[in-house]
């Protein structure tokens, strides 16, 4: 089976939430024969979506920009079995890079009629390409430790996007903190990532209790909070502004 890990990390290899998700892949790979390609967002010439709608019209289906990497992309998307998005939360969102490209591939989804939009977890737009289903994961990490109020925002917008059910989230709250700070904590919490992979590549889904598992806090909050008073002195002291 064919895995695409779409990196929307401006680090690219050096991406704290890629290091989950590398741990994320290697568990499936303990579970079957999956071959993995990793696609780096900023790595790609993407340029920003027109808003001119012609891929839902004039040339349904295709966009009108030409010479760059979105075709290319698109084809990897509609070859691969399982799709892994990883990115770290910006701001309550998606980083630009990865909004760029998710405004650039709307021509895989029919056009809007008028219809009421669905509250019983489908899609906004039906998409054009059902011949060939996929699986989805969305892992990102984040600085914050209520993942589910941080994330609500881009949950939202991704139900609408995909719907509900087809999509996996692995949210990592303290996730950069920890990583920066290495040792076994870190470990700890890759190898629950590990299994959790694992646990999906046997059965192309998560138990919500791996989930959550997978997701735990590595600090208390008590614990967290001493320490990023210490990361942003240390920031402040870098810049002489302490």
Known sequence: MKVLLINGSPHRDKSTTLLA???????????????????????????????????????????????????????????????????PLYYFEMPGQMKV???????????????????????????RFT????????????????????????????????????YTPVLL???KTMADNGGQRTQRQLNRIRSAGEEFGANGFLSEKTRREAEKPPFSREVYKTILENVWQKEREKGGKA
Not at 39 to 53: D, E, F, R, S, W
Not at 101 to 127: C, I, N, W
């Open 21 to 87: 998700t590398n741990a994320f892949v290697e568990g499936m790979m303990r579970a079957g024969d999956f071959e993995t390609e990793t696609v780096h967002v900023c790595a790609l010439n993407i340029k920003p979506c027109a808003g001119c709608l012609s891929c839902c019209g004039k040339t349904e289906g295709e966009c009108v920009i030409r010479g760059d990497d979105i075709p290319a992309l698109k084809e990897k998307i509609l070859a691969a079995d399982v799709v892994i998005a990883s990115f």
């Open 101 to 127: 490209m998710m405004d650039r591939l709307l021509s895989m989804v029919k056009a809007y009629h008028g219809q009421t939009v669905p509250t019983d977890g489908s899609p906004a737009h039906e998409f």
């Open 173 to 175: 709250s303290q996730f």
């Open 131 to 166: 011949d060939s289903p996929k699986k989805l994961v969305i892992v990102s990490g984040c600085a914050y430790t209520e993942t589910d109020v941080v994330y609500d925002p881009l949950l939202r917008q991704l139900d609408l996007v995909f719907g509900k059910n087809p």
